[in-house]
C-alpha cells in the first residue's frame, strides 16, 4: 500500500536554530500534504495544508513565518520550524492523500520527534 | 466550522468486555476515519466510513456511521489487552481532504 515516510523520526536542537523536517510520498503523487503537531496526551492540530506549486493555507493561529512549508515537487513536503523554541517541542506528523477507486484515500507519516533544548 | 466530540476521552475496561466509544461531528460529512495510536507511534488507520449506515469489521473492532445523527461508534467485542491504544476518529471536511480530529479516547484494558 501506499507509503508516506518522514525524516527525520527524532530531532534535537538547540533553542534559536532551525529545524526541517520532511515527508514523502513515497509510492504516490500527493497534490496535497497536511502537517499536524501533536502534543503528548493531546489530540493532533492541524497547522496547515501544504499545496504543490503553492503557497500553504495556514490554520488560525499558526505562525506562518515560524512554521515554513515548502512543497516542491509531487512527493515531497518540507516543514522548517524557524528560531526553535523549548515550546515548539513537539510530535509533528504529515499525511498525504492518493487517489483511489473510493475517493482519496489519507495516509500518515510515522511521525517526528522534536526536542528543543 | 466542523467540530469533533469523542466520548469517553478515558477508558479503562477488564478484559473479555464490550464497550463502545462514541464520535459526534457537528456539521455534515460524508466520510469519517477511525484510527488507533500507541504510545509514541503515528496513527494506524483502522477504518474508512463513507455513507451512511456503513458498518465495517475487523477483529474485535467494528465501527458504524450514521450521518443522519452525525454519529459514528467503535465498538470493542471481549476486549484484549493488545487493544489497549488511543483511538481516535476523524472527520472529512469536505474541503482538499481536510480532516479534524477528535480529541481522541485512551483506552486501557486490564488483564
Known amino acids: 500500500g501506499a507509503v508516506v515516510s518522514q525524516h527525520p523520526s527524532w530531532v534535537i536542537c538547540k533553542s534559536g536554530t532551525s529545524v526541517k523536517i520532511e515527508c514523502r510520498s513515497l509510492?504516490?503523487?500527493?497534490?496535497?500534504m497536511f502537517w499536524y503537531r501533536q502534543f503528548p496526551k493531546q489530540s493532533l492540530m492541524l497547522m496547515a495544508t501544504?499545496?504543490?506549486?503553492?503557497?500553504?493555507?495556514?490554520e488560525q493561529g499558526v505562525e506562518k513565518d515560524k512554521f515554513l512549508i515548502n512543497h516542491a515537487s509531487l512527493t515531497l513536503s518540507t516543514l522548517t520550524v524557524t528560531s526553535a523554541h523549548p515550546e515548539d517541542s513537539s510530535f509533528y506528523i504529515c499525511?498525504?492523500?492518493?487517489?483511489?477507486?473510493?475517493?482519496?484515500?489519507?495516509?500518515f507519516g510515522e511521525g517526528s520527534w522534536l526536542t528543543v533544548v | 466550522e466542523l467540530k469533533v466530540e469523542q466520548n469517553p476521552l478515558f477508558l479503562s475496561m477488564q478484559e473479555g468486555k464490550n464497550y463502545t466509544i462514541y464520535c459526534n461531528y457537528s456539521?455534515?460529512?460524508?466520510?469519517l476515519y477511525w484510527y488507533r495510536q500507541d504510545p509514541g507511534k503515528s496513527l494506524e488507520s483502522l477504518f474508512v466510513?463513507?455513507?451512511?449506515?456503513a458498518v465495517k469489521q475487523e477483529g474485535r473492532l467494528m465501527a458504524s456511521l450514521d450521518t443522519k445523527a452525525r454519529l459514528s461508534t467503535l465498538h470493542i467485542t471481549a476486549a484484549v489487552h493488545d487493544l489497549s491504544a488511543t483511538y481516535f476518529c476523524a472527520v472529512d471536511t469536505g474541503r482538499d481532504d481536510k480532516i479534524i480530529f477528535g480529541k481522541g479516547t485512551r483506552l486501557h484494558i486490564l488483564p
Open positions: 499525511s498525504a492523500s492518493s487517489l483511489g477507486g473510493y475517493g482519496n484515500t489519507i495516509y
Open positions: 456539521t455534515t460529512s460524508d466520510r
Open positions: 501544504s499545496n504543490e506549486g503553492s503557497k500553504a493555507t495556514y
Open positions: 509510492d504516490f503523487q500527493a497534490t496535497t
Open positions: 466510513l463513507l455513507s451512511n449506515g
